[in-house]
């Protein structure tokens, strides 16, 4: 008895101490991608003015991570920001530096605007292969929670399911638009799907869909992708008591926000966005903290995952109508190349890193694919370039020497560009060591503009760095007309071995432009097979440069155009190009040395499809709208697809505007259609809102056609 007694805790206490000591497996990973958050939203990160946003869960996750003061976001814009983290490739060098794209160049006004966009890709390619491919081949499971945003609408193709991930979720959460922002607040009743919970926040699915992907693969090792909407607008809040919390905090009237050019972070909607944001993310945190380690007895699960908790570009200061946060002391925000428009909250924590270590080392968010792939022991891609670097030895050593982050050719890296060649900014930056310089490209008789702006953003001294001029508000290009030029002969290289693509001056502007009317014009044009030529004019102005702008899938509702450079003949005036198979429909671009683009035929944006403007290879195309204004005033979320929810409460409202006598029921002269006696259950005569609603519940079922709970543009349109 002794003999078996002895035997069987022996073995007890060895497999207790087998456990114990068993081998540390392949780490986990979760990047927490915010939407919009900007660098003075998170109460950790105040410099100046203290930031009335609460984020306890987020300034207790500082403490346990290295925190970056100098954080950067890829683009100054979500897309681009996201290809490139997934992808690893420089938003220059995708041909992806905007939301949308995927279409032929036009000015935004034929003749008021100055300058036009480039070319620039609709999304990332369905061949790229990205980071959830790379770590699939080390036997990570790979899943995707929110916004994606890497196609030219949420919902096109490429899906996540196309580019390597195995589980996704886009459900909007809290962010589903709401009617009325001062009602319909979330409750506590069973039915409603943004309940409260004990705490009274209300429910986020999309944090709920992250929660869960974590739940069913804890015994596996994962990579979650958690792209939360929050904080992107609309700027709205589910939860009354936070708003309330806000309004009685700011001394402010939720009825009336201020406008944009009011300073500060004075709006109540925002402020409780930015707590609801914390909220979840300590959600997810708490998950972690609490959850055992199926593949590692003994551990918890936040012990062997490494977190990385960012935003996608600086905050987005304002609406047309309403500021929405400030990102003072920093110059601008999200559409601009300033650092108000890059500069992003970043932490990092994980096994081997140690907590609470606060960096001034200038990051990027391009250095998350190698980062990652290095930490969990992951190959890299054969014959992929990665345009960002490795942080494993910053991160695992000393997080606060730059000295650290080396780049491919084993040097230290010191250097940062940006490309944004769009919208009101048109520009390029570049930061080099404490100096910034920004490329404006619409500088001829603008007003002062300057072609070029320097700024000392810092000034170090060995291992001491001090603020000088992190707004950007002294320009030294004057001063320091050498170091000006240097740095921008520096991003000319870089753009050039990136091959990207600039804006180009309009020969339509009303105003004068030099040169404007020496743009070259197309004479005319032939077709033989496959092959194309335009004959072409010189006006003054030699032709530099001709492009082909293709698509082909004309006249579908994602529509997307190419891009493919043509070959000119000098010596005939002709510019030919082959057409790529299955090409539908083509214009071609001309560009010549003064930067004028001329397109053939004449393109301008309207609310139907590009190809009703250009030359056809198969017959007139359908006249699609982009999107039809059917879709568009029910869709009330802007995500491209309309919900039972959307589609009901656009025409609920119909019943108040009928019932004329406002006794709460319609009559038959009231709502004089043929659903009436279909909707008349209970043959009263007489509709009530729920029987009137139900119309558009039945509506809305036959429009669903393949029942995933959204109607498309094709849906409600056809």
Known sequence: MNYHFFLILFVSFAILGNQAHAEQPKPNVILILTDDLGWQDLKCYDIDEPSPMETPNLDAFAKKSVMFWQAYSPAPTCAPSRCAIISGNHPARAQKTHVVGGAPPTPHNKKGARMMDPWYSGRMPEDEFTLARALKQNGYVTGHSGKWHIAIDHHAFPQPTDVGFDYSRSHRGVQTGMKDRLSGFATDAEEDPFRLDENGYPLDQTNQDALTFLQENKDKPFFLYYATWLVHSPIQTRCKALLDKYVDKLGVDPRHTV??????????????????????????????????????????????????????????????????????????????????????????????????????????????????????????????????????????????????????????????????????????????????????????????????????????????????????????????????????????????????????????????????????????????????????????????????????????????????????????????????????????????????????PEINRTNQAYSTQALSVTGEPKAVARPSASMAEKDADNDGRVSQTEYINHFSAGFDRKDRNKDGVLTPDEHAHPSFTIADTDEDKQLTRAEFVSIFTRQFGRLDRDKNGFITADEIDR
């Open 259 to 600: 406008t944009r050019e009011t300073a500060g972070q004075l709006n109540p909607y925002y402020c409780a966005m930015v707590e609801m944001l914390d909220y979840y993310s300590g959600e997810l945190f708490d998950y972690l903290d609490e959850t055992d380690d199926p593949r590692w007895p003994g551990h918890k699960l936040s012990e062997n995952t490494y977190v990385i908790f960012t935003s996608d570009n600086g905050g987005m200061e304002g609406g047309p109508k309403e500021r929405y946060t400030d990102n003072n002391p920093l110059d601008r925000g999200k559409i601009s190349a300033k650092e108000g428009g890059t500069r992003v909250p970043l932490f990092i924590a994980g096994p081997g890193i140690q907590p609470g270590v606060q960096s001034d080392v200038m990051v990027n968010g391009l250095d998350f694919y190698p980062t990652i792939l290095a930490l969990t022991g992951s190959s890299k891609p054969a014959d992929k370039q990665l345009d960002g670097c490795d942080l494993s030895h910053l991160l695992l050593n000393d997080p606060t020497n730059p000295a650290l982050v080396k780049q491919a050719d084993g040097t230290t890296r010191d250097t940062m560009m940006w490309h944004f060649p769009h919208g009101v900014a048109l520009e390029s930056t570049i930061r080099i060591g404490d100096y910034k310089l920004i490329r404006n490209y619409d500088h001829v008789n603008n007003d002062g503009t300057d072609e070029l702006e320097l700024f000392q953003l810092y000034q170090t001294n060995g291992n001491q760095q001090r603020r000088v001029d992190i707004e950007e508000a002294k320009n030294l290009a004057a001063a320091m007309p050498e170091k000006a030029e240097a740095m921008n002969q520096r991003l000319t290289e870089m753009l050039t071995e990136m091959n990207a693509s600039y804006p180009s001056y309009n020969p339509d502007y009303h105003g004068d432009l030099p040169g404007k009317h020496n743009a070259c014009t197309v004479l005319s044009h032939q077709k033989q097979g496959n092959e194309v030529k335009f004959r072409y004019q010189e006006n003054g102005a030699a032709l530099a440069r001709a492009d082909l702008i293709y698509t082909l899938n004309g006249g579908d509702r994602n529509e997307e155009w190419f891009r493919k450079p043509a070959t000119i003949l000098r010596d005939k005036k002709l510019v030919s190009v082959k057409l790529p198979p299955q090409t539908t429909h083509y214009v071609i671009n001309l560009i010549d040395e003064n930067n004028f683009l001329r397109s053939y």
